[in-house]
């Protein structure tokens, strides 16, 4: 067989990139943000957007009608397509007929998040993720951390995962209202965070302290563990007092984004107890 003539037997995807446009496709999947909660509140923000991949049928949508044409008057580019094609970018994700590429998430500098948590109120909570390695983990806690007003979480560079696609699909949202730190040194942010008047609780299996026993006034900061490991060690000697959830069936533990639920209500169930008339 003559070599070249093997490109003529190659079926074109109709769908498929223009050529040489595979590796920017890689590289944008990184910023990849799907599902209609998630691209509505990217479309509300301030962020920017680059692409909408959309499916003819959303198109018509009357609710992203007017964001869409906002975004695109700010430079996005539009392509209706088929759901076949949003397949291949998410990876077979459940991207409900929309994909928006957008910028990297800009994360914030731990001291601007101390400045804007202790601005927005006298008692803020930040949430610290220690290794944090699943993006569903990862995105369920910053749902919460937001949905229940909390001011911001802070996670390490390091053996942790940061804010990807996944993470940003799982906090529907969230992300577009809650600051998020990132750190090279998690033990020294929390030194930083003490220094600023924060009290910082470790969740952990093994404390003798219960969740529903400890007083949560004042400013907080809520440390949860990986999803096998729990707490690092240095991460425990750093923290100044260590709870647990008290449970009362055979399972032993509970998922990091679940555990990180029930301990971000109860500090906010004893601050609206407090606040409730007499």
């Known amino acids: 067989m003559n070599p070249k003539k093997i490109p003529k037997l190659v079926k074109k995807n109709a769908n498929a990139p223009p050529e040489g446009a595979i ?46 044409k906002k975004a695109k008057a700010k430079g996005a580019v539009i392509t209706k397509t088929e759901p ?44 610290i993720g220690d290794g944090i390695e699943d993006p569903h983990n990862l995105g369920a806690i910053i749902r919460t951390t937001e949905a229940m007003g909390l001011q911001g979480m802070v996670i390490p560079q390091r053996r942790a995962v940061g804010v990807n696609s996944t993470v940003v699909k799982v906090a529907a949202g969230a992300l577009e209202n809650l600051p998020v730190a990132r750190v090279v ?13 924060f009290w910082i609780y470790g969740t952990t299996i093994e404390s003798s302290k219960m969740l529903h026993t400890i007083d949560f006034s004042g400013a907080v900061g809520l440390v949860v563990g990986s999803e096998g490991k729990g707490l690092s060690s240095l991460t425990e000697r750093c923290c100044d007092e260590l709870v647990s959830i008290p449970l009362a069936g055979i399972t032993p533990s509970l998922n990091a984004s679940v555990a990180s639920a029930i301990a971000i209500y109860e500090i906010c169930r004893q601050r609206w107890s407090k606040e409730l008339p007499p």
């Not at 459940?94 to 006298?122: C, F, M, R």
């Open 84 to 127: 076949s094609r949003l397949d291949s970018l998410t990876h077979y994700a459940n991207h409900q007929g929309i994909v928006a590429q957008v910028s990297p998430y800009s994360y914030w500098e731990l001291e601007d998040l101390i400045t804007s948590a202790k601005e927005k109120t006298d008692s803020p909570v930040i949430v």
């Open 23 to 68: 590796n920017s496709l890689e590289n944008e999947a990184q910023d990849l943000v799907y599902g209609k909660h998630p691209v509505l509140a990217v479309l509300k923000s301030d962020r920017q957007i680059n692409r909408i991949w959309i499916t003819h049928k959303l198109s018509s949508d009357r609710r992203l009608g007017g964001l869409l």
């Open 185 to 197: 040194n998690l033990n020294q942010a929390l030194e930083k965070l003490k220094e600023s008047g």
